[in-house]
């Protein structure tokens, strides 16, 4: 993949981590305008990379640096799954969008809670079994590709980390999988083996 972009790359080396619509790649390369970066098959087949063509604009986002400043909510550019976009709505100055989930990832989708589009790091508005609402205000309609986004469109997914990882130690204790569960619920034993009760 090749992707024009000049000023994110000021201070770019190759081996860096860069995200192109929230797909965190590799810098490859570099081109005079650009950077290249090598798409995994599975990278095309699950992330809304697949649906890019040449002169797609798409956001771009550094790694954060560890001394810089926290806007938003952690977004490793491991991406989830892949939404569309179902329907917009402006209203006065915001745009909302109401995408499509795929109904397993519903559970880390809260209102008021925190996933990203894109890359995007956005606040949920709405959420539903197998939807989100999100609403843009004017400086991400401005800056990013999601305001350009219609009914139809592929948009990367990417819930929150901390309600993934929370899920894992809640019903898992931490363990792997195929290790056996000694619980899978809360309870009182839990709690007091944990120190909560």
Same mark, same amino acid.
């Given at each position: 993949?090749? %992707?024009?972009? @000049?000023?994110? /790359?000021?201070?770019?080396? /190759?081996?860096?981590?860069?995200? +192109?619509?929230?797909?965190? +790649?590799?810098?490859?390369?570099?081109? &005079?305008?650009?950077?290249?970066?090598?798409?995994?098959?599975?990278?095309?087949?699950?992330?809304?990379?697949?649906?890019?063509?040449? *002169?797609?604009?798409?956001?771009?986002?550094?790694?954060?640096?560890?001394?810089?400043?926290?806007? *938003?909510?952690? %977004?490793?550019?491991? +991406?989830?799954? %892949?939404?569309?976009?179902?329907?917009?709505?402006? @209203?006065? $100055?915001?745009?909302?969008?109401? /995408?499509?989930?795929?109904?397993?990832?519903? &559970?880390?989708? +809260?209102?008021?809670?925190?996933?990203?589009?894109?890359? !995007?790091?956005?606040? %949920?508005?709405?959420?539903?079994?197998?939807? /989100? !609402?999100?609403?843009?205000?004017?400086?991400?309609?401005?800056? !990013?590709?999601?305001?350009?986004?219609?009914? *139809?469109?592929?948009? $990367?997914?990417?819930?929150?980390?901390?309600?993934?990882?929370?899920?894992?130690?809640?019903?898992?204790? #931490?363990?792997?999988? @195929?290790?056996?569960?000694?619980? !899978?619920?809360? *309870?009182? @034993?839990?709690?007091?083996? $944990? #120190?909560?009760?």
């Amino acid at each position: 993949m090749t %992707v024009e972009a @000049e000023k994110i /790359l000021e201070d770019a080396h /190759l081996g860096d981590s860069i995200a +192109v619509n929230g797909v965190c +790649v590799t810098i490859s390369g570099f081109t &005079r305008s650009g950077f290249t970066a090598d798409l995994m098959p599975e990278t095309v087949k699950s992330t809304a990379l697949r649906q890019s063509k040449p *002169g797609t604009r798409v956001n771009l986002e550094r790694a954060m640096a560890a001394g810089g400043r926290f806007g *938003g909510h952690l %977004v490793s550019g491991h +991406v989830d799954a %892949v939404a569309e976009v179902k329907a917009r709505r402006p @209203e006065a $100055n915001a745009l909302y969008l109401m /995408l499509g989930i795929p109904p397993e990832f519903a &559970r880390y989708i +809260v209102k008021k809670g925190s996933v990203a589009l894109d890359g !995007t790091s956005l606040t %949920v508005f709405g959420a539903g079994e197998d939807s /989100l !609402t999100v609403s843009l205000i004017p400086h991400t309609q401005e800056m !990013t590709v999601l305001a350009k986004k219609k009914p *139809g469109d592929l948009v $990367n997914l990417e819930c929150d980390m901390m309600a993934k990882y929370t899920e894992r130690l809640l019903v898992q204790g #931490g363990r792997h999988e @195929e290790m056996p569960h000694r619980q !899978t619920s809360i *309870g009182l @034993e839990l709690l007091r083996e $944990n #120190g909560f009760a």
